[in-house]
């Protein structure tokens, strides 16, 4: 396995991770047998309980007809194409919380713009609470447990207070030192505003209407990246195939791998978690690897981590 590149302490002791999906009673909010009792509920966390009705809510308005239009569609795919595979699985993940390779500092912090213009919180948190959440895989420190069910490791653990922030500091001094990750940390839902009026400007003057590709650029497109994002913390602890003994519950899904440009093969990703490459297997198709292939390739990305050849 790749070393790690966080110095933290052996994380605690963890069932074995079974073989099969999980059962029925996982998905209706259950701990599975020998599992822990469910902690406490926490307070709710109402200003993002309050956000995604209303995202959600305007990404139903955007499938109107009034709105719809190719140049929305177009929007809508361009923009999912930049935040969900050069955002979120290159900048924020691939990139800031595993190292799994080098880029010049300019290209380095143009992925990480994408990954903010995603919504998922900053490069600071999203990268902190990624390493917490290695760290403790499938424990009850785990902030998306899957064990607590299919809708808590999806959404439901963002609705209530977040203990693991408070690990964030400790978990990306390397980022935290830099002032632009600072700022994008603090300003990234405020990105959505000038993308909104690009979007609205071409929209007029392409004739395709303004509030078309607003509605389909931003609140359709974030809703979609979001819950295929979930689903990696979700379905890929749920169901697929296990070709390593990682020591979660960690499933390598293909449905998933397409939809988030490889990031499906996540018990590859959990055994490996600082490979730049998760689809390690013939026929396992990572297209997040195939950009920073190509990378490497222009001579961009330097010290490419993989797995060591068995």
């Not at 290695?134 to 207070?161: I, L, P, Q, V």
């Not at 909104?196 to 007029?204: E, H």
């Not at 078309?212 to 602890?237: D, E, F, K, M, Q």
Request: glycine letters at 8%.
């Amino acid at each position: 396995m790749v070393s790690s590149v966080i110095d933290t302490p052996s994380p605690p002791s963890r069932p074995a991770a079974s073989h099969r999906a999980l059962q029925l009673a996982t998905l209706l909010h259950q701990p599975r047998k020998g599992e822990q009792p469910v902690p406490a509920e926490r307070g709710k966390n109402w200003l993002t309980i309050g956000f995604m009705i209303v995202i959600h809510a305007l990404s139903l308005l955007a499938l109107a007809h009034t709105f719809w239009s190719w140049q929305a569609v177009a929007s809508m795919l361009i923009l999912y194409w930049v935040t969900a595979c050069l955002g979120v699985t290159i900048g924020y993940h691939r990139l800031l919380s595993h190292r799994s390779f080098q880029l010049p500092q300019w290209l380095e912090r143009f992925f990480a713009t994408c990954g903010a213009l995603s919504c998922q919180h900053g490069p600071i948190d999203w990268v902190g609470l990624h390493r917490h959440h290695h760290k403790f895989s499938d424990t009850d420190a785990d902030h998306h447990n899957s064990h607590r069910g299919f809708w808590w490791s999806h959404m439901g653990w963002m609705f209530e207070a977040i203990p693991a922030m408070q690990a964030v500091p400790r978990m990306t001094g390397d980022l935290a030192k830099d002032p632009y990750y600072r700022w994008l940390n603090n300003w990234f839902l405020a990105l959505q505003l000038p993308l909104a009026g690009l979007l609205f400007w071409i929209g007029t003057t392409t004739g395709a209407g303004g509030w078309g590709l607003v509605l389909w650029g931003i609140p359709l497109r974030l809703v979609l990246v979001y819950h295929v994002t979930w689903l990696v913390n979700s379905a890929t602890h749920c169901w697929g195939t296990v070709a390593h003994d990682s020591g979660d519950a960690s499933r390598n899904n293909k449905w998933v791998a397409a939809l988030t440009f490889g990031e499906g093969w996540h018990n590859n990703h959990h055994a490996f978690p600082h490979s730049a490459r998760h689809g390690l297997q013939p026929g396992q198709i990572d297209l997040t690897w195939e950009h920073i292939r190509l990378m490497r390739a222009l001579g961009l990305a330097k010290k490419v981590r993989l797995p060591a050849a068995s």
